[in-house]
């Protein structure tokens, strides 16, 4: 096993060797991301082409035509596919798509920008003719001369795909549910006007409104960033403050905005309205812990400006309010827990999901009787126009 681990280690020093040796030029460092198709001896090739093989991807390279100019020998055993059904031919993204995979294929290439490369979950259609569940990483490379699509593809095991719901299906469920709910009321006012016992009509309104309000969290939690661009942290904070004010105006809390000269200057790449959403509901949260007189602080900081677009914002989010023991704490992020009655539970790991999938992190820290901190990191943009 080990000697097997050993002959792979030098097999890349060796492809590493033999094109630091043709390649000697200042530029070399961005050999993994050239875009000037790299040339090698023939045993070094073999060599490299076994040792992709390897590994449990498929890998590929496509020409402007989207015909398949090199792919990994292993494609056989791991998707079923024979490699020379797929060299010269444009199957790979064309006859072995399904035409709804094929056309978001389509559309994230020609939307993406280089150096960035996109990724998408779908089904590649096997020798067997049947569909395969694939995670699938792509980029375009363009120079003057030369353009390809180069690509990586992971099969799914029953397991992840069995815990994969698409956001379609979610969203037609939740807009079913809510008609449901919308005929509910109807009749709930026809009882009314009928002279129904006003306590138990009560009682049913009530138990509707927090099932609407339950439906509308989690279609909350489910959302995807959609509309992606340039936005600026302080404006999102500003917004998110604006709608929890009355929260904090009925519980008599303080409030106090920290670093909004530095959040000016930051800028995250992601969706506006589910970061808004996110901070939102943390606000919430703080001031749902405080009683009259508690103090809730937004405080940020940033790292100083690089020349990477790697530079990283801190928000923290602190309270005065009731705090978490140890046990709450443990459980707090998990979706539908709460340790008040009357809160469905999805808030916070709603605003956990959103910043994560902008490439953010949540550490929560909290003591029962002296209230909680949220210390939130997320990677920003270097300017308006750029991307992470």
């Not at 005065?320 to 704490?329: A, I």
């Not at 709603?350 to 002296?370: C, F, Y």
């Amino acid at each position: 096993m080990e000697e097997g681990l050993w002959q792979k280690c030098e097999l890349i020093l060796a492809f590493f060797r033999a094109h630091s040796a043709e390649n000697q030029s200042p530029n070399s460092m961005q050999t993994a991301r050239s875009n000037q198709p790299v040339l090698f001896g023939r045993p070094t090739s073999q060599k490299l082409s076994e040792f992709l093989a390897s590994f449990p991807c498929v890998s590929y390279e496509l020409d402007a035509n989207f015909i398949v100019q090199t792919v990994s020998s292993n494609i056989l055993d791991l998707l079923g596919i024979q490699q020379e059904c797929l060299l010269g031919r444009r199957a790979l993204w064309h006859e072995r798509l399904f035409p709804a995979d094929r056309e978001r294929l389509m559309t994230r290439l020609h939307e993406n920008t280089a150096p960035t490369f996109v990724s998408e979950i779908h089904r590649i259609i096997n020798d067997s003719g049947l569909p395969v569940w694939v995670s699938h990483s792509f980029w375009k490379i363009e120079t003057r001369h030369h353009t390809s699509v180069r690509g990586t593809i992971v099969p799914l095991t029953r397991e992840v795909r069995s815990k994969f719901v698409e956001t379609e299906t979610i969203s037609q469920f939740i807009h079913k549910i809510g008609n449901h709910f919308q005929l509910m009321n109807l009749l709930i006012g026809s009882i009314r006007r009928n002279q129904t016992p006003g306590s138990e009509l009560d009682a049913l309104e009530e138990t509707v409104e927090r099932a609407v309000d339950f439906t509308r969290s989690f279609s909350n939690f489910c959302q995807v960033p959609a509309h992606l661009s340039a936005v600026n942290l302080s404006e999102i904070l500003l917004s998110a403050t604006q709608s929890v004010a009355p929260l904090f105006a009925e519980k008599k809390a303080q409030f106090n905005f920290k670093g909004e000269r530095i959040l000016n200057e930051i800028f995250v790449f992601g969706d506006s309205s589910l970061l808004e959403l996110a901070f939102s509901s943390l606000l919430e949260n703080a001031g749902d812990a405080t009683k009259p007189g508690d103090v809730v602080t937004i405080d940020s900081n940033s790292e100083p400006p690089g020349p990477m677009p790697s530079s990283i914002a801190w928000i923290s989010i602190i309270d005065t309010g009731c705090g978490m023991n140890k046990g709450v704490l443990e459980k707090a992020s998990a979706p539908f827990f709460s340790s008040k009655r009357d809160r469905h539970g999805l808030g916070l790991s709603m605003a956990i999901r959103v910043l994560e999938m902008h490439g953010g992190l949540i550490n929560i820290s909290s003591e029962e009787n002296h209230g909680t901190r949220l210390d939130i990191v997320l990677p920003v943009c270097s300017s308006v126009g750029s991307e992470r």
